[in-house]
């Protein structure tokens, strides 16, 4: 049974950054396309995503600022936040879809494992 784990969240400064990690078990790391969403009002938001190669997408209000990684070795992915603004707070979840291409899949309805979430709070 996959299980995905976040840490990293908390308190930043607005211009500052964060690190956010997702420990991932359970199966196969290598072969899960992954993805990092938040939970925007009503609905859940795509921030980044990353294919099996590392092929990486990124919604248009993160991008030059956000970049996500994954390291295969260690079974974990990464979503680090530079230059952070007021509207980056939010709770950000972990995804992930066992895929056969490399492509990144963008939508949360593609994933059916999900963490808990990590809160992240950005303040003036």
């Known amino acids: 049974q996959v299980r995905l784990m976040e840490s990293g969240g908390g308190s930043a400064q607005a211009g500052g950054s964060q690190r956010l990690s997702c420990s991932f078990s359970g199966d196969n790391y290598s072969g899960y396309c992954m993805g990092w969403f938040r939970q925007a009002p009503g609905k859940r938001e795509g921030v980044a995503v990353i294919?099996?190669?590392?092929?990486?997408g990124y919604a248009d209000s993160v991008k030059g600022r956000f970049t996500i990684s994954r390291d295969n070795a260690k079974n974990t992915l990464y979503l680090q936040m530079n230059s952070l603004k007021l509207e980056d707070a939010d709770r950000y979840y972990c995804?992930?879809?066992?895929?056969?291409?490399?492509?990144?899949?963008?939508?949360?309805?593609?994933?059916?494992?999900w963490g808990p979430g990590t809160q992240v709070t950005v303040s003036s």
């Open positions: 294919g099996r190669d590392g092929t990486a």
């Open positions: 995804a992930a879809s066992a895929c056969a291409g490399n492509s990144a899949l963008r939508y949360p309805y593609q994933y059916p494992y």
